[in-house]
């Protein structure tokens, strides 16, 4: 009954997944020739109609990915491939340190295995859609070396971690999960001082940004709107994409403004000003603590219902692993997990829009008034082939951001 419970709710994840998908698609399409008003003033018509073909070629993608997981994730749990493997890997006379290092090679080599899944459609998104709408700077040798670094990282990362997680369940017993949970967080905040040093590198050319108009400007803006950075950088990711975006990352004295080298190319330095300013906002208006919080009470529920699947006598059982073993739930919750807060995909993104407004305001509120935020978004919503005519129930569910025409009614709301 659980097996089967399980493979319900991953096929009603899919079913919902590819309804929205198609009813996103059919909003694109009935749009694409004659889009409303409001959209009409963003994006010419060449513009408009390249960006529906993108998204409904995103879309068409998007549902065979969709489908191609769910299939791949039911196969895995009705061959019992994991559970003789786990089996071989993690014999039940193992002793001494192998006790925790076969498990930590079993969790580590599934998810890389599994990884190995998703390839083919990943090659053909960069290097077929992303190619024809002219976004694709990749080089197949770079899209080979990210994936080997990546590999690389999971492990070197992804090995220790779990190492020290099953420690603290021999040593810490039935209390494990909240010294587990400390753990883990506390190495995410550590991350986040340490990818843009470390990580990010690895990956991307950063530069700080020269000296000139731009940089004066943006480090007034950051100054007069009570954002100390310690510096500002130019991030190359034209080297593989033509999207663009702009961020900042971590936090007190380890601040830093990074900016898409493409961005920079897009927008005027008031423009550029304004999507500085936005990112601005979101740290201005705490909403930084805010998701770190929600992110610590998430991860805080999910260590405590491993717990209880791992300690329970039915769960391990129902996919073929033996009772009590803490390796096996961490591996099934990270599998099922999705198929369960997929559903409250909705609320998160309900909060995060909310964030986005109060973003938006606060950048209206420093460049003394919509203008140049308008005209920043607009150009990005165009040089990104945006999609400006989503289905509600689809923006609604999945979009973080509020659409570009809502959010110029609430800036130009606000003026």
């Not at 599934?110 to 998703?118: E, K, P, Q, Y």
Request: hydrophobic content about 55%.
């Amino acid at each position: 009954m659980i097996l089967f419970l399980a493979l319900v709710l991953i096929a009603l994840r899919l079913a919902a997944e590819i309804f929205l998908s198609l009813l996103n698609s059919r909003e694109v399409r009935r749009h694409a020739d004659a889009p409303p008003a409001p959209v009409a003033a963003i994006m010419d018509a060449a513009t408009s109609g390249r960006a529906a073909a993108y998204t409904l070629a995103k879309g068409r993608l998007g549902r065979v990915e969709l489908a191609w997981d769910a299939l791949v994730l039911a196969a895995l749990l009705l061959s019992g491939v994991l559970p003789r493997v786990y089996a071989a890997v993690c014999p039940a006379d193992a002793s001494g340190a192998w006790v925790l290092w076969s498990r930590v090679f079993f969790l580590i080599g599934t998810g890389i295995a599994l990884s190995f899944f998703s390839l083919p459609l990943d090659w053909w998104g960069q290097f077929r859609l992303e190619q024809r709408f002219g976004f694709n700077k990749s080089t197949p040798g770079l899209w080979v070396a990210d994936k080997i670094k990546g590999l690389a990282l999971s492990i070197v990362i992804g090995a220790p971690v779990l190492w020290v997680l099953l420690w603290l369940a021999q040593l810490a017993g039935g209390a494990w999960w909240a010294w587990g949970f400390v753990f883990v967080f506390g190495f995410q905040l550590l991350m986040l001082v340490l990818y843009p040093k470390l990580i990010l590198p690895l990956f991307n050319k950063l530069t700080p940004l020269p000296d000139g108009e731009l940089r004066a400007r943006l480090m007034a803006l950051a100054e007069r709107s009570g954002f100390r950075a310690s510096t500002i950088q130019v991030m190359d990711g034209s080297k593989r994409s033509g999207h663009s975006n702009a961020y900042f990352t971590g936090f007190g004295r380890f601040r830093r403004i990074v900016l898409f080298d493409t961005l920079i190319g897009q927008l005027a330095p008031e423009e550029l000003e304004a999507v500085l300013a936005h990112e601005v906002g979101h740290y201005k208006r705490g909403h930084i603590p805010k998701m770190l919080a929600v992110s610590a009470a998430m991860m805080l529920g999910g260590f405590a219902v491993i717990a209880w699947l791992a300690g329970s006598a039915w769960f391990n059982p129902a996919f073929g692993f033996p009772a009590g073993d803490l390796a096996p739930a961490f591996l099934l919750f990270a599998l099922l997990g999705g198929a369960v807060t997929f559903w409250l995909t909705p609320l998160g993104n309900l909060f995060s829009r909310k964030h986005e407004y109060e973003a938006d305001a606060f950048a209206r509120e420093v460049m003394g008034g919509p203008a140049p935020l308008v005209g920043a978004l607009r150009k990005l919503a165009q040089k990104n082939l945006s999609n400006l005519t989503p289905h509600p129930w689809f923006s609604g569910f999945y979009y973080s951001h509020p659409t570009l025409v809502e959010r110029e009614a609430a800036l130009n709301a606000g003026q």
